[in-house]
């Protein structure tokens, strides 16, 4: 038995997908039928080169949805667990994850690769269809090219947006099984590695349910050297129309601070702190203030990210060797 058939029942799924080729080697038929028997006029020329590819993409799509939608979770308890591991292998980690259980992960489109694939046939396809009639040297016959070639280019365009609605559809809301955490939270991870001093790992969730493990949520954080082992950096990104990373440094039982806001960095934005006490923590929020309207879309490059950071850990190490609020700001 294999994981995922410890947690999903796919016997609906497999009902659904038989019902899905049915339709579609139904719809190509007639359509073959009305091109070789009938003929094409201008009655039904609509109806076989318009309506029924229109049709057959729609239906395709409704049933890669309901195709996804089809997947029973088998109830159970998960059990779940933190884990902490460096960021590279939290990269390997997540990589191997989505690898294993693509199936049942929420993603957008088939990817380049398919889509380039079916676009090529379907052109290829249709190129073979007009040399065809242009030179008047059929294969067959007129009619026989016409329907083997819009069969392939139907089936090609009927598979990718069943596979397009499939993927792009959540298994359920109780599967819990959702892509792990990469993309600027990995990138913007990797860059605060590189500073001098930073030790970077990943704190993450994971739910086991027999075999099966999930991953549910990570933080990147980070230790300094030359700080208390309660000191920490982590890393968090809002996603509003751009990637906004930001650090929030924290020191358990630290120095007492002010609050207080400050620039403790320039770049194409300044970088300010904003310094307070939660209960026995000292906190330090680093960001860029971004200007509410700006010409174009905010970016916060690698560069500027690790400039963030070296000001925030000079400002923490500041204040555990002064005692309290200080700092050098900029």
């Given amino acids: 038995m294999s994981d995922t058939q410890q947690v999903v029942d796919t016997s609906k799924q497999r009902v659904v997908i038989r019902l899905y080729v049915a339709t579609m080697l139904a719809t190509v038929a007639f359509m073959d039928y009305l091109i070789v028997v009938s003929g094409i006029t201008g009655d039904n020329v609509l109806l076989v080169f318009v309506w029924l590819p229109v049709t057959l993409l729609f239906l395709s799509v409704i ?125 913007y991870g990797g860059v605060l590695d590189r500073v001098d001093g930073v030790d970077v790992f990943v704190e993450a969730t994971l739910a086991r349910r027999g075999e099966l493990s999930v991953i549910r949520d990570a933080e990147v954080v980070a230790t300094v050297e030359g700080l208390p082992g309660t000191a920490k950096i982590k890393l968090l990104v809002t996603h509003s129309g751009f990637d906004y990373p930001y650090l929030v440094g924290t020191i358990y039982k630290g120095p007492p601070v002010t609050e207080e806001r400050r620039v403790i960095c320039r770049d194409k934005y300044s970088g300010i702190a904003e310094f307070s006490t939660d209960d026995d923590v000292t906190v330090i929020v680093a960001r860029y203030d971004i200007p509410k309207r700006t010409r174009s879309v905010p970016t916060i490059t690698e560069s500027m990210f690790e400039t963030l950071t070296v000001a925030l850990v000079r400002e923490m190490k500041l204040l555990v060797r002064t005692g309290g609020t200080g700092g050098v700001g900029q």
């Fill in 63 to 187: 049933f890669g949805v309901a195709s996804k939608r089809a997947v029973d979770i088998i109830s159970d308890e998960w059990k779940t667990q933190k884990v902490k591991v460096p960021l590279r292998q939290y990269e390997e980690m997540a990589s191997a994850y989505e690898d294993a259980y693509r199936g049942l992960l929420e993603t957008s489109g088939v990817g380049c690769g398919g889509c380039c694939t079916g676009v090529i046939v379907i052109v290829v396809a249709l190129g073979l269809l007009a040399m065809s009639i242009t030179y008047g040297r059929p294969l067959i016959s007129v009619e026989v090219d016409t329907a083997v070639v819009f069969s392939i280019a139907a089936c090609t365009a009927s598979l990718l947006a069943f596979m397009s609605a499939y993927r792009a559809t959540k298994v359920d809301k109780e599967m819990e099984v959702s892509p792990a955490p990469r993309g600027a939270l990995l990138k």
